[in-house]
C-alpha cells in the first residue's frame, strides 16, 4: 500500500477540530448555568408580591360599597418595610378613600413577610355607568432605593339611578310598614309562667316566713315560735323565768287549737282532732313531761339551752300547723 501524507493530516486536523468543538459546548453550557444561578440568587434577594388578592367583582359596584385587597409582600433581610411606608386611612384618590389599614408582620429568618390589608370605600356622584381603580400603591424599603409597587385595580362603577337628582325622586318608594307579629301565644305564656312564679314565692313565703305577712300564717304555733324566738334573742341572761315563760307560750298556742286547757291525758285525742301533728306525737309528749318538771321543780338548770330547744319544737310544731 502506498503511503499518504496528505490523507494522515486531515485525520489530524479533524480530531483537533472535534476536540475544539467539545470544548466550546462545555464552556457555554458552564457559563449558561454561572448566568442562571446569578440571575436565581439575585431573584432570591429581590423584594417581591408573594400572592396578591382583589375584590371577587370588578362590576355592579355602588356608591358605598367597601372594596378589599390583601397583599402579601417578601422583602429580603436586612431591608424593611417602614410604617410610614404603608397607605394612610383616610387617603382619598378619584372617589375612593382608603377606610382601614391592617399591616400583619412575620419576621423570619431571612426575609420578613408582611400580609396588608387595604378596605377602600367608593364615594362618587356619577350618573352613568364609569370605569374606576383602586389607586396604584409604592412600597418604598428602608436603606434602599427599591421599591414593590402594586399594579392599579380597575372596576366597573354602577350608579343606583340613572340620571339627576329629579329623576331620583320620581323614583323614589314609599316606606314599607312591616307587618305586626302575633305576640298573644307569648302574652299568655308570659301569664302562665308569672302565675307559677308568684305562686312558688308565696309558698316559700308560707313555708319560711316567721313574721305574719300574710292572714293565714298568724296560727296559734307561729306566734309562739315569734315569741320564743324574740325571747332567745335577748342580751339579759336567760333563767327559769324565762324558760317558764316560753313554755307557757307553746301550752297557750296548744290551748288556743284545743279550744279548751290541755294536758298530758288529752294528747291522743288532740292529734286525732289535728292530725297533722300525729306525726310529732312523741315530741309532744316529751313536751309536756318536761314542762310539768319544769313548772314544778326549783332544780337548777340550763335556761338558755331549754329556751333554745324549744325555738326549733315550736317550729316544728309551726309546721304542722301549716300542713307542711
Not at 439575585?42 to 375584590?55: G, R
Request: proline letters at 5%; one cysteine or more; aromatic letters at 10%.
Amino acid at each position: 500500500m502506498k503511503y499518504n501524507p496528505m490523507k494522515k493530516l486531515k485525520a489530524k486536523i479533524s480530531s483537533a477540530a472535534h476536540l475544539s468543538a467539545c470544548l466550546l459546548a462545555a464552556g457555554l453550557v458552564f457559563g449558561a448555568s454561572a448566568v442562571i444561578a446569578q440571575d436565581s440568587a439575585i431573584d432570591a434577594t429581590e423584594p417581591k408580591i408573594v400572592s396578591l388578592t382583589n375584590p371577587v367583582t370588578s362590576y355592579g359596584v355602588h356608591i358605598g360599597d367597601k372594596l378589599s385587597r390583601k397583599i402579601v409582600l417578601e422583602v429580603p433581610k436586612p431591608y424593611q418595610i417602614a410604617t410610614s411606608a404603608f397607605p394612610k386611612k383616610g387617603t382619598k384618590s378619584n372617589g375612593i378613600e382608603l377606610v382601614e389599614v391592617n399591616v400583619e408582620t412575620d419576621q423570619q429568618k431571612s426575609k420578613t413577610i408582611y400580609s396588608v390589608n387595604l378596605n377602600y370605600q367608593t364615594f362618587v356622584n356619577a350618573n352613568t355607568p364609569t370605569v374606576m381603580q383602586l389607586p396604584e400603591e409604592k412600597f418604598m424599603l428602608t436603606g434602599s432605593a427599591k421599591a414593590i409597587n402594586l399594579p392599579a385595580w380597575h372596576f366597573w362603577f354602577s350608579p343606583l339611578v340613572a340620571g339627576d337628582t329629579d329623576v331620583a325622586v320620581k323614583n323614589i318608594q314609599p316606606d314599607f310598614r312591616p307587618p305586626l307579629v302575633d305576640i298573644s301565644a307569648h302574652q299568655t305564656w308570659l301569664t302562665v309562667f308569672l302565675s307559677m312564679l308568684v305562686a312558688s314565692l308565696l309558698a316559700l313565703l308560707y313555708v319560711n316566713a316567721d313574721s305574719n305577712w300574710l292572714p293565714f300564717m298568724g296560727g296559734s304555733f307561729a306566734k309562739a315560735h315569734r315569741q320564743i324566738k324574740r325571747l332567745s334573742k335577748t342580751s339579759a341572761p336567760k333563767t327559769q323565768v324565762e324558760e317558764k315563760r316560753a313554755l307557757v307560750y307553746i301550752h297557750q298556742a296548744f290551748n288556743d287549737l284545743y279550744h279548751a286547757n290541755i294536758f298530758a291525758r288529752d294528747i291522743e285525742h288532740f292529734v286525732t282532732k289535728r292530725p297533722s301533728f300525729r306525726k310529732m306525737k312523741s315530741e309532744i309528749e316529751q313536751f309536756f313531761n318536761y314542762s310539768n318538771q319544769s313548772l314544778y321543780s326549783l332544780d337548777a338548770r340550763d335556761s338558755a339551752k331549754v329556751i333554745e330547744n324549744l325555738v326549733g319544737l315550736s317550729k316544728r310544731l309551726r309546721d304542722c300547723e301549716r300542713g307542711v
